[in-house]
């Protein structure tokens, strides 16, 4: 079966049909701000427990989702916990016109929207700034060996994008054993974030490339977990929830890399849902 008729035959599927074939590898929310309330929950289980065990913790974090962050921020705070055992490696960073990741101060930085609304809120943590690391140029040729020398990820938590991205790994041959890299980023990526972003339509000034960790480094990570939603009143993601729960694993989707690891899938009933038209 090529990817065409994979995706028709997937999307013909009902969501019941959905959770029954995908079974503990899939949960389903009933609404988006339940999604981000169960990964901030997830996130913070998480952190609490390699507390109570006196262990370290190597996450690896995206922005996008990140209606999660000011939930988990207040379970953080109102617990008065310490994240002095944590290391977070975000997922990747957008580069100005001179191939440097951008400024702080820029709207679209992920590493503002992650202060903003998760780092900058906390209290009581002991959180030093190196233990939260964006990919920028001065470090993605070390990175992989960053994460490596702390003793690995213990979990990625992250979405899904429209063709199967996870980070900035888009399609490309061999995507699932490519390392930390500066990627270019192809025009499904531009427009998705640029609609997503508010910036009316500007494609002409939005970032065309990023600092991104690996397809390799996700995959080593002991467990993977994944938000899948749309988020938005647009449908983009019921797809790419399906091929990821079940299509033949392939470059030009390489969240179907995953498949082979410790992961669970979250979403919600809307994105669950089969599409309206069907191709």
Not at 18 to 37: F, I, N, P, W, Y
């Amino acid at each position: 079966m090529n990817r065409k008729d994979e995706v028709r035959a997937l999307l013909r599927l009902s969501p019941e049909e959905v959770k029954q074939r995908a079974g503990e590898h899939l949960v389903v929310c009933s609404t988006l701000d339940a999604l981000h309330r169960q990964m901030a929950e997830d996130i913070f289980a998480e952190i609490a427990s390699a507390a109570a065990e006196a262990r370290s913790l190597n996450l690896i974090l995206p922005v996008g989702p990140t209606g999660q962050y000011p939930y988990l921020a207040r379970l953080l705070n109102e617990n008065k916990h310490d994240l002095s055992h944590c290391k977070f490696f975000f997922m990747d960073e957008y580069c100005d016109d001179n191939g440097r990741a951008v400024s702080p101060t820029h709207p679209l930085s992920f590493r503002r929207i992650a202060y903003e609304l998760f780092l900058g809120s906390l209290e009581y943590t002991n959180l030093a700034e190196t233990q939260v690391i964006f990919p920028t140029e001065h470090n993605i040729d070390t990175l992989s060996d960053q994460i490596e020398n702390a003793g690995g990820i213990d979990t990625c938590y992250g979405g899904i994008g429209i063709h199967g991205h996870i980070a900035f790994n888009e399609p490309e041959p061999g995507v699932n054993l490519l390392s930390c890299r500066k990627v270019q980023l192809n025009d499904f990526t531009v427009t998705m974030n640029a609609v997503r972003a508010h910036v009316g339509g500007d494609l002409v000034n939005f970032p065309r490339a990023a600092f991104t960790l690996g397809m390799k480094e996700i995959l080593q990570s002991k467990r993977i977990r994944l938000y899948c939603r749309n988020g938005s009143p647009f449908d983009w993601a019921n797809a790419v929830l399906r091929i990821a729960l079940f299509g033949t694993s392939g470059d030009d989707y390489p969240v179907t890399y995953i498949r082979n690891k410790d992961y669970t899938i979250i979403t919600d009933e809307d994105t669950l849902q089969t599409p309206e038209v069907l191709l």
